[in-house]
């Protein structure tokens, strides 16, 4: 048993422990060891304490919440891991933790020369009520706290024409079933027109890129003069496919040449808009050298994390104006930090004060209506009336299985889920049997019915190949490793972890030889031609982005041999494409199956996602709902044992922070 008076040593045995068994990374063992060096009277209780926060950083957690850790120990090292099923019991955290109390934890804390409060000298460790965080990420919550509380209050002058132009913008009224429908869309653009900061969050099909362009238009429209507007998102698959639909939506806008041409289609990611230096954390961009623009628009903010959030607001000029755009439901960043999910955490209530709805209504012209409103208070929800939700998916309506099978998970009802799962012919359910399971096996190579499987990307790729003798300057390569590229994302297996014999690791070993043995890929190891990989880490030498995703071909060189290129789809919406030979890519991996976090960006018209055989703390309604959101046309589950999926639409991602708290925002 630990408590506050349990020997350092005997502490540190047991994290060493936790190291071995994989439930504690070796990183937060050694932050332990160092405080304990550093100050040998450090108590168990506050090496514990320090080693648990680091770990929780790497499970997304900006600090850890000690009150939580202590109700539920387990959970606060996201027990089981990734593909284990048997723990053991002797050394779990709720066996080791039983006897520590919250106040004696506190209590050891609060009297460490480790440990700082709020506000205080700076210590390596800053608690917060009965939160405990590193001292930098600590800095960062703040300083994105008091940039964000800035930012609430900064009202803007609105244009006399508000009205005229969002009649221009929205001539037609949005009509469902016959009946008139309030038009979140173009109150968003009235909400943005007037504010600094606008954060504009809606699920798939909702129009959240339709309606950042008809801001955009609305904006330099109205301007004086043209504005510096700049279009980021967190990723380079995000920002390809904002460029592709933004350049799509611009030309069709109802306003003159001239505010069309100020109306920028591409859109940079993150590192590449900060300018990222090389071996560093920080940006060439920063607060004393501001980013030249007078708008700035975030796509996909779900995936921003607290540490580049930071980064951005403080490389944020005081008059530019920041619009966040993004999914609430769906999975929050890989790192830290769940900013989107903390700031939309009352978007569905709407809490527009009375103020804000009159005045909404009358220059939008619209009927602000939907059960789920509820009424704010002026002075107590500053921060709502900087958001609104757009709640009518075009892509996901009527009957669509997938729509509501999404909005079911979403919703926390089991019950229905299934019910949609196993009665709509645009979703599917496949129980697996075992490793060798033929349902499986047979979705993969060959689809379901019009679904595409991989098979359908290998035969484009052998049977559209060029014929021999084609020039090797000849278009018909680029058109056809286009082709096959195309047809690789009309499938994809998304996985819910890494390790276990249904994560991605695995599973793409499995998948290489599954379709070697077909006689669809001529090796199933090493580089193959066929062979689809994902960027893991930004190269901007090579012009690749984290998320990127190629396939390796055999292309002609000037002499006529045919070399094995790596083929990916450019990231700036041109539509080309550039090829690298493989002995370039660094960090890289192969794709047949991906996490479900690494889908966040993109869509495939048929997505099948697999669950493991056991629930793991990664297993929310936020996982679920992103990877079957992730699907346009069908979607399929793949379960090798019933009843997961329903524990884990249960449960829901529980990031802590204290961001809400420092915005004092209810």
């Known amino acids: 048993m630990i408590t506050p008076h349990t020997p350092a040593g005997e502490l540190l045995a047991l994290l060493d422990r936790w190291v071995e068994l994989g439930w504690l990374r070796p990183l937060d063992r050694a932050l332990a060891g160092f405080f304990a060096e550093q100050q040998p009277e450090a108590g168990a209780g506050v090496l514990l304490a320090a080693a648990l926060a680091s770990h929780q950083l790497g499970h997304g957690h900006v ?12 959970f606060a090292l996201s027990l089981p891991p990734e593909g284990e099923e048997g723990l053991a019991d002797a050394w779990l955290p709720s066996t080791r933790l039983a006897a520590l109390t919250l106040a004696d934890w506190l209590e050891a804390l609060s009297a460490s020369e480790l440990v700082a409060a709020a506000g205080e000298p700076a210590r390596p460790l800053v608690l917060s009520g009965e939160r405990l965080y590193l001292r930098r990420y600590w800095s960062y919550e703040q300083g994105v706290a008091k940039a964000l509380a800035a930012r609430i209050h ?90 592709e639909s933004i350049g799509a939506q611009v030309a069709s806008l109802p306003v003159n040449d001239t505010v069309r041409a100020h109306i920028p289609t591409e859109v940079s990611t993150l590192h590449r808009l900060l300018g990222s230096l090389p071996d560093s954390r920080h940006f060439r961009h920063h607060a004393g050298n501001p980013l030249p623009l007078d708008v700035l628009v975030v796509d996909e903010a779900s995936m921003i994390d607290l540490e580049m959030m930071h980064s951005l607001l403080a490389a944020l000029p005081a008059h530019a104006r920041l619009l966040l755009l993004g999914d609430k439901d769906q999975l ?31 220059v939008s012209g619209e009927k602000v209506a939907h059960p789920a409103l509820e009424a704010g208070e002026p002075g107590r929800h ?15 309506a009527g009957g669509s299985g997938i729509g509501r099978l999404a909005e079911a998970v979403n919703r926390q009802q089991p019950a229905a889920a299934r019910a949609w799962l ?22 993969l190579c060959d689809g379901r019915g019009e679904a595409a499987g991989y098979g359908h990307y290998l035969r484009r790729l052998r049977d559209e190949r060029p014929a021999a003798g084609t020039a090797f300057d000849d278009a018909a390569w680029s058109e056809w490793a286009g082709t096959v590229l195309t047809a690789f994302d009309r499938f994809r297996l998304l996985c819910a972890v890494r390790r276990g014999p249904w994560g991605v690791e695995g599973l793409n070993e499995r998948i290489a030889g599954l379709l070697h043995r077909r006689g669809l890929l001529e090796a199933d190891s090493g580089w193959y031609e066929g062979r689809p990989v994902l960027v893991t880490r930004n190269d901007y030498g090579l012009g690749l982005m984290n998320g990127d995703i190629g396939i390796a071909l055999r292309l002609p060189e000037e002499d006529g041999r045919l070399v094995l290129r790596v083929a990916f789809p450019r990231n700036d919406g041109s ?25 966040q960006g993109s869509e495939f018209a048929h997505t099948a996602l697999i669950l493991p055989e056991t629930l793991n703390p990664v297993l929310t309604k936020e996982l679920l709902y992103t990877g079957i959101t992730r699907a346009r046309h069908w979607f399929t589950l793949l379960e090798p044992r019933a009843g997961v999926f329903e524990q884990a639409i249960a449960r829901r991602v529980e990031r802590r922070s204290g961001l809400l708290e420092s915005l004092m925002v209810p």
């Open 382 to 396: 500053g921060l709502a009336q900087r958001i609104l939700m757009l709640r009518h998916s075009r892509r996901f």
């Open 575 to 599: 539509g080309g494409l550039r090829f690298v030979l493989p002995s370039r890519l660094g960090d890289m991996e192969t794709v047949f199956a991906m996490t479900v976090h690494k889908s």
């Open 154 to 243: 900064d009202d803007r002058p609105v244009p006399d024409d508000l009205p005229e132009w969002l009649e221009r913008l929205f001539p037609e009224p949005l009509m469902l079933h016959g009946e008139r429908q309030t038009d979140w869309q173009k109150l968003a653009c009235a909400l943005a027109a007037s504010s600094g900061f606008t954060l504009i969050t809606g699920g798939p099909g909702t129009g959240k890129t339709t309606t950042v362009v008809r801001l955009l238009a609305l904006l330099q429209g109205t301007a004086a003069q043209p504005l510096r507007i700049r279009l980021a998102a967190p990723t380079g698959k995000a920002a390809a496919r904002l460029t």
């Open 422 to 443: 196993d009665g709509h012919q645009e979703v599917a359910t496949v129980r697996l049997r075992g490793e060798q399971d033929r349902a499986l096996n047979r979705l």
């Open 332 to 362: 929050a960043s890989v790192e830290a930090g769940a900013l989107l999910g903390d700031l939309c955490r009352h978007a569905e209530q709407g809490l527009y004060t009375p103020e804000r709805l009159a005045w909404l209504e009358a």
């Open 63 to 74: 600090c850890l919440d000690l009150a939580a850790t202590l109700a539920e120990p387990d």
